[in-house]
């Protein structure tokens, strides 16, 4: 998978790794680190609006997406196929 943008700042994206085009309308779960407890995101870097979870990407497969530690993302596409599992993600800002 193509994960650009896990870093302040830039938005998230996501493509399909079969077809390399982007992930449009695909959700985004959070969950903490190792676990399938959900984890707040935000849609912007001071924190101060919550993303529903998931986050639905929109057509271009992107989304605002400002993290908080450390998370365990799932991914699917729109009709709920698990596309992948990435644990031990971290917001730069705790590295």
């Given amino acids: 998978m193509n994960y650009a943008g896990l870093l302040n700042g830039i938005k998230f994206t996501v493509r399909h790794p079969d077809t390399d ?3 449009s309308f695909g959700k985004v779960f959070t969950y903490e680190q190792g676990t399938t407890t959900p984890k707040q995101t935000w849609t912007n870097e001071l924190k101060t609006s919550a993303n529903t979870n998931p986050v639905i990407l929109d057509a271009f497969g992107q989304c605002n997406l400002y993290l908080d530690g450390k998370y365990r993302i799932v991914i699917k596409d729109k009709d709920d196929v698990q596309i992948d ?11």
């Fill in 85 to 95: 599992t990435v644990d031990y993600i971290r917001d730069p800002a705790t590295i």
């Fill in 21 to 23: 085009k982007p992930l």
